[in-house]
């Protein structure tokens, strides 16, 4: 990638480059149908599950249903971190570029979402198969991608821009927003870059900013307010093989959350990992702790209400 992080300016507006997946399609019931599978299968496909907004609106009362996603086809057998990679990252395609990757034929239904990616797959090669098509979807090659690289990887280019600075040396940069990522991710990019990723985006933003001389974002927008869901990033055991392979370059990261941030709606909460500097202070320890009490309360009441039915039919 060409992006280059640049100083903060006086107002702090710079941000930290990390990685989101959005999260938008199925209801919260497929979800945690979807963890129930999980939880049995010890062969696992990167199907990153899916949440409706509006159901999960309805849902805070209560508290979100933790979900943990099943990851990558990967069998048993591959135990060294050698073959293991191999298997993951080394694996070509072949039948054409709208084959299954699994199967090698045509007529796929799902498409991975990262950048550039065109691996396709059949709901039913997946294991276990998906009966719903999930909102956005990584296979696993972009997953470590997203890891090892950084969230800017797998991101289609720059979706807006946000605010504009001048300086003597460095000339004209661009505070600018991401596709599928949160703000916490933005970045202050050069005019020369931005006239070759979004020349119509800066035409716009120029044209709106010399007649309005207004900046709107908000500082608050990279603070997390609440968390709504979390879910398995990968099994443990590809992880660690993952990870032990990268020799240890970065910190093993096993989930992922779905963050609601200030001063926004629930249609702007993003997956970030775990990992993520902006999930490892107090703040967001406590918000750790409030989801899990949210949890805990709702498997209570369900817990008590399958009791009733019971004791109902009695």
């Given at each position: 990638?060409?992006?280059?992080?640049v100083?903060p300016?006086?107002h702090?507006?710079?941000?930290?480059?990390?990685?989101?997946?959005?999260?938008?399609?199925?209801?919260?019931?497929?979800?945690e149908?979807?963890?129930?599978?999980?939880e049995?299968s010890?062969?696992?496909?990167?199907?990153?599950?899916?949440?409706s907004?509006?159901?999960?609106?309805?849902?805070?009362?209560?508290?979100?249903?933790p979900?943990?996603?099943?990851?990558m086809?990967?069998s048993k057998?591959?135990?060294?971190?050698?073959h293991?990679?191999k298997?993951?990252f080394?694996?070509?395609t072949n039948?054409?570029a709208?084959?299954?990757?699994?199967?090698k034929?045509?007529?796929t239904?799902?498409?991975?979402?990262?950048?550039?990616?065109?691996?396709?797959?059949?709901?039913?090669?997946?294991?276990?198969?998906?009966?719903?098509y999930?909102?956005?979807?990584?296979?696993i090659?972009?997953i470590k991608?997203k890891?090892?690289?950084?969230v800017?990887?797998?991101?289609?280019?720059?979706d807006?821009?946000?605010?504009?600075?001048?300086?003597l040396?460095?000339?004209?940069?661009?505070?600018v927003?991401?596709?599928?990522?949160a703000?916490?991710?933005?970045q202050?990019i050069s005019?020369?870059l931005m006239?070759?990723e979004?020349?119509t985006?800066?035409?716009?933003?120029?044209?709106?900013?010399?007649?309005?001389?207004?900046?709107?974002?908000?500082q608050?927008w990279?603070?997390?307010?609440?968390?709504?869901?979390?879910?398995l990033?990968?099994?443990?055991?590809?992880?660690?093989?993952?990870?032990?392979?990268l020799a240890?370059?970065?910190?093993?990261?096993?989930?992922?959350w779905?963050?609601?941030?200030?001063?926004?709606?629930?249609?702007?909460?993003?997956w970030?990992?775990?990992?993520?500097?902006?999930?490892?202070?107090?703040?967001?320890?406590?918000?750790?702790?409030?989801?899990e009490?949210?949890?805990?309360?709702?498997?209570?009441?369900?817990?008590?209400?399958?009791?009733k039915?019971?004791?109902?039919?009695?």
């Amino acid at each position: 990638e060409a992006h280059h992080k640049v100083a903060p300016d006086k107002h702090g507006n710079a941000a930290i480059c990390l990685q989101e997946d959005k999260c938008k399609g199925n209801s919260l019931s497929e979800a945690e149908s979807g963890q129930a599978g999980a939880e049995k299968s010890n062969c696992f496909v990167a199907s990153a599950c899916t949440v409706s907004l509006n159901k999960l609106m309805e849902s805070q009362e209560i508290g979100a249903i933790p979900v943990d996603c099943d990851l990558m086809d990967i069998s048993k057998e591959h135990d060294s971190s050698t073959h293991l990679r191999k298997s993951l990252f080394e694996i070509k395609t072949n039948g054409g570029a709208n084959a299954c990757v699994v199967c090698k034929h045509p007529e796929t239904e799902l498409s991975c979402d990262g950048k550039g990616c065109n691996r396709s797959y059949h709901l039913s090669c997946l294991d276990p198969p998906l009966q719903n098509y999930p909102g956005a979807w990584l296979c696993i090659f972009c997953i470590k991608k997203k890891i090892e690289i950084g969230v800017h990887s797998i991101s289609e280019g720059i979706d807006s821009i946000w605010n504009f600075k001048e300086e003597l040396q460095n000339g004209k940069h661009y505070f600018v927003k991401y596709n599928g990522l949160a703000h916490i991710h933005n970045q202050w990019i050069s005019e020369t870059l931005m006239l070759q990723e979004a020349p119509t985006l800066l035409s716009k933003f120029k044209r709106k900013y010399y007649k309005e001389r207004a900046i709107r974002w908000k500082q608050e927008w990279t603070e997390p307010h609440r968390l709504l869901l979390k879910r398995l990033l990968m099994p443990q055991k590809l992880a660690d093989g993952l990870f032990n392979g990268l020799a240890n370059s970065f910190p093993k990261c096993y989930h992922e959350w779905f963050v609601k941030w200030k001063g926004l709606g629930y249609e702007d909460a993003t997956w970030e990992l775990e990992t993520s500097p902006v999930l490892c202070t107090p703040e967001a320890m406590t918000l750790m702790k409030d989801y899990e009490a949210r949890i805990e309360a709702k498997t209570a009441f369900d817990s008590s209400k399958a009791e009733k039915v019971v004791y109902d039919m009695e």
